[in-house]
T-cell receptor, first 113, second 116 residues
């Protein structure tokens, strides 16, 4: 079955460490996205990529970095510069275009202490 | 800056009743509208999409769009306890490919509780 796989499901890190969240899709979608969700908050866009080897900052990109070397993969690195990294991180993809919805992975819950 | 507003709830309805969830938005250029359901601790799942003014029905769900008044709503008929979740309203602008205009932005969600 096609879908989006995020790993790991839970991640624990010490403050000051960089951490990379994995996102892989086999839906053959061009566009991929990273969102962050905090309790009681909506989804906030971190980074997005419309095509391989190209990506753009979203609304809250500071302290994060991404790469898009393959169509299937869009990993997110949470750096030590991110001041409040503890959150639920969601990766999504879409086929592109104004009427195409997002399909979400199962998310990674990151806790930094 | 595009904004999407939803009543955070909780909205509580008895089992079998109609649940009505509303969403207003500020960008008149918004083209596509989506409703997602999110269970606690899980990722959002797509319920409905709507692009034209009027109603769109899918089983117990009906999405309603009024672009002139800038609101979109979701009706859930015969509500079940399993419908208890947070419902996210999302919309896209006319940008499509390229630029943040084409990206999907979300409201903060309305928490629905269906009481047996």
């Amino acid at each position: 079955d096609g879908g989006i796989t995020q790993s790991p499901k839970y991640l624990f890190r010490k403050e000051g460490q960089n951490v990379t969240l994995s996102c892989e899709q086999n839906l053959n979608h061009d566009a991929m996205y990273w969102y962050r969700q905090d309790p009681g908050q909506g989804l906030r866009l971190i980074y997005y990529s419309q095509i391989v080897n190209d990506f753009q900052k979203g609304d809250i990109a500071e302290g994060y970095s991404v790469s898009r070397e393959k169509k299937e993969s869009f990993p997110l690195t949470v750096t030590s510069a991110q001041k409040n990294p503890t959150a639920f991180y969601l990766c999504a993809s879409s086929s592109g275009g104004p009427n195409s919805p997002l399909h979400f992975g199962n998310g990674t819950r990151l806790t930094v202490t | 800056q595009k904004e999407v507003e939803q009543n955070s709830g909780p909205l509580s309805v008895p089992e079998g009743a109609i649940a009505s969830l509303n969403c207003t938005y500020s960008d008149r250029g918004s083209q596509s509208f989506f409703w997602y359901r999110q269970y606690s601790g899980k990722s959002p799942e797509l319920i409905m999409s709507i692009y034209s003014n009027g109603d769109k029905e899918d089983g117990r769900f009906t999405a309603q769009l009024n672009k002139a008044s800038q609101y979109v709503s979701l009706l859930i008929r015969d509500s079940q306890p399993s419908d208890s979740a947070t419902y996210l309203c999302g919309l896209k602008g006319a940008g499509g490919y390229g630029g943040s205009q084409g990206n999907l932005i979300f409201g903060k969600g309305t928490k629905l509780s269906v009481k047996p």
